[in-house]
Nanobody
Framework: QVQLVESGGGLVQTGDSLRLSCTAS????????MGWFRQAPGKERDFVAT????????GYADPVKGQFTISRDNAKNTVYLQMNSLKPEDTAVYYC???????????????????WGQGTQVTVSS
């Protein structure tokens, strides 16, 4: 069993940056593909970014390409989402997710992930 805990969310202004962290317990994350998703009020949970277990491959949703960066520190059992140039439309609850998978295929759908954190709120004011 993997427990994921997100942190780093908050209220920021347009153009600011935030770094979200997702720390795991129960298992080492080195054999897990990791993902970040977000859900705005009244909307579905959308894919944001994913990172292969090796860390060699990343994938991003079109709206955040060039703006967000996903990374991992296996020694700290932590995955990060660096978010730059934030916009009001980035406002959402951000979720970290994990699936046991060793390979280069990138999972971008919520149903492909087995473990989820509780979410952290990111609010960007205009």
């Amino acid at each position: 069993q993997v427990q994921l805990v997100e942190s780093g969310g908050g209220l920021v202004q347009t153009g600011d940056s935030l770094r979200l962290s997702c720390t795991a317990s129960g298992r080492t994350l080195s054999d897990y593909t990791m993902g970040w998703f977000r859900q705005a009020p009244g909307k579905e949970r959308d894919f944001v970014a994913t990172l292969s277990s090796s860390g060699g491959r990343t994938g991003y949703a079109d709206p955040v390409k060039g703006q967000f960066t996903i990374s991992r520190d296996n020694a700290k059992n932590t995955v990060y989402l660096q978010m730059n140039s934030l916009k009001p439309e980035d406002t959402a609850v951000y979720y970290c997710a994990a699936v046991y998978y060793i390979g280069s295929y990138l999972q971008t759908r919520p149903y492909q992930y087995h473990y989820w954190g509780q979410g952290t709120q990111v609010t960007v004011s205009s």
